[in-house]
């Protein structure tokens, strides 16, 4: 069963502007992500991946997961469909035979130059111009939020 909506007039006071501001920035990524979908052909997740590949050229799939701040396994799928589509190759590192590492393809490079910048990109920017102390601060709220939001679901599937 859902739980009972709050009463609007009830909301604790300055809910509304961080409300606001949370719809913005969710609605402004939607956006940029369908644009640059569009434009590119990518998803922003493999536009991300071949991005920084294009920066970072020789990279294994491990570090290039570190970089992107993704779990290796969902950077291993993007990287298999940038492969599928002849954007990204994988070769034996010249130094280390052991060690795959990833090279974005003259195609690759091709698309990423007509496509327009991720929302990944734009945020990393903006958390970047952000205090250290500022960025704990937001990933520590936004912890809490995503764990607040997520508890009633688990508990609700549990008993499914």
Do not use: C, N, Y
């Amino acid at each position: 069963m859902a739980a009972p909506r709050p009463d609007p007039a009830a909301l604790p006071r300055g809910v509304e502007p961080v409300l606001a501001a949370w719809r913005r920035l969710a609605h402004t990524v939607r956006l940029r992500e369908r644009i640059a979908e569009r434009e590119s052909g990518l998803s922003g997740a493999q536009l991300f991946a071949l991005r920084q590949l294009a920066l970072q050229p020789g990279i294994s799939l491990g570090e290039l997961a570190a970089l992107t701040a993704t779990h290796a396994s969902s950077i291993s799928v993007v990287i298999t469909r940038l492969i599928e589509k002849g954007l990204v190759r994988r070769e034996r590192d010249a130094e280390d035979r052991r060690r795959l590492v990833l090279l974005p393809t003259e195609h690759g490079m091709s698309r990423l130059e007509r496509a327009p910048e991720s929302a990944d990109v734009l945020l990393l920017a903006a958390l970047g111009d952000l205090g250290e102390d500022d960025r704990q601060q937001l990933a520590d709220w936004l912890g809490q939020l995503a764990e607040a939001v997520s508890a009633p679901a688990v508990t609700a599937g549990a008993g499914d």
